[in-house]
């Protein structure tokens, strides 16, 4: 890639990476790397070795979950149970990308993560195993904005995910980074393209049937929660409800669970975006 194909990308990636409405480097941290001047711009202090997550292990947890039953969810729908913990510092042993503007932009291979909430949250809801797809359609949709995805979902009874629900179904309890491990894998998902650009400037449509990348599934077997389309879903608590998008699409960025590009609003659609549903179990 080169010429103006390669400006417009690199472009792209920028905004993402250090943009406003961007939410995931302060808990990302190189291990090994120096404290110092970068800890006064939110990155926490590298993981020291053998240091343990602050809390107790998910098996001695006082109070366990309810045996979860797939029966709870509708057909094309998967059972998401478990302990999540809200604040996770993840650990990064060694990024991708040379030194300079993206050094610390794409992690190659991460040491486990580290939960630093006191306490993690028992959640247990239902969310589409596939990005939304119509009755018919190959492709799932894009061209969405949260608002449209807001309507879809509830027209179906269900409605559209926190962001805590979909960072849970990405990584699962083991808090992965990628929804598949612990290393990053450019050929997992549709994700990590160089050829994301036309020579007229415009992004490419590079969509895949979801479900067709068979190791792009989370713990939870949820898929194609890194890549393809990038997916809308509701941030926590606000009132009124605001967007967050969540996964990154085939571009080689920011596709790692808690990755979140909130610079959006209701209305923002695109050849990259789109969503799928949740829904509470009875």
């Known amino acids: 890639m080169k010429g103006k194909a390669r400006t417009i990308l690199l472009a792209g990636l920028a905004f993402s990476t250090t943009g406003v409405g961007c939410r995931d480097a302060e808990r990302t941290t190189p291990v090994g790397?120096?404290?110092?001047?970068?800890?006064?711009?939110g990155r926490p202090a590298p993981m020291q070795v053998g240091e343990q997550a602050p809390l107790t292990s998910i098996a001695a947890l006082k109070t366990a979950p309810s045996t979860p039953t797939a029966s709870e969810c509708a057909?094309?729908?998967?059972?998401?149970?478990?302990?999540?913990c809200p604040d996770v510092r993840l650990n990064c042993k060694k990024y991708l990308d040379p030194k300079g503007r993206y050094e610390y932009f794409r992690c190659a291979d991460y040491a486990p993560s580290t939960c630093l909430s006191k306490e993690r949250k028992h959640l247990h809801f239902c969310?589409?195993?596939?990005?939304?797809?119509?009755?018919?359609?190959?492709?799932?949709?894009?061209?969405?904005?949260?608002?449209?995805?807001?309507?879809?979902?509830?027209?179906?009874?269900?409605?559209?995910?926190?962001?805590?629900?979909?960072?849970?179904?990405?990584?699962?309890?083991?808090m992965r980074p990628y929804p598949y491990g612990f290393t990053r894998d450019a050929t997992a998902c549709n994700a990590d393209r160089d050829d994301v650009v036309s020579p007229q400037g415009t992004l490419r449509d590079l969509r895949a049937p979801s479900g067709s990348y068979q190791r792009c599934v989370s713990p939870f077997g949820v898929a194609d929660m890194s890549g393809n389309l990038e997916e809308f879903v509701t941030i926590d608590h606000s009132t009124p409800a605001r967007p967050a998008m969540k996964g990154s699409y085939w571009q080689p960025g920011r596709n790692f669970c808690r990755a979140a590009q909130t610079a959006h609003d209701r209305y923002y659609n695109g050849t990259e975006t789109g969503f799928r549903c949740c829904a509470d179990t009875p």
């Open 33 to 41: 790397r120096p404290s110092g001047p970068t800890a006064a711009i």
């Open 75 to 84: 057909d094309g729908m998967t059972l998401v149970d478990g302990m999540y």
């Open 127 to 174: 969310m589409d195993t596939r990005e939304y797809t119509p009755a018919g359609e190959s492709l799932p949709e894009n061209h969405h904005s949260w608002r449209d995805g807001d309507r879809i979902c509830r027209g179906m009874g269900k409605r559209m995910c926190l962001e805590s629900e979909w960072n849970f179904a990405c990584e699962g309890e083991e």
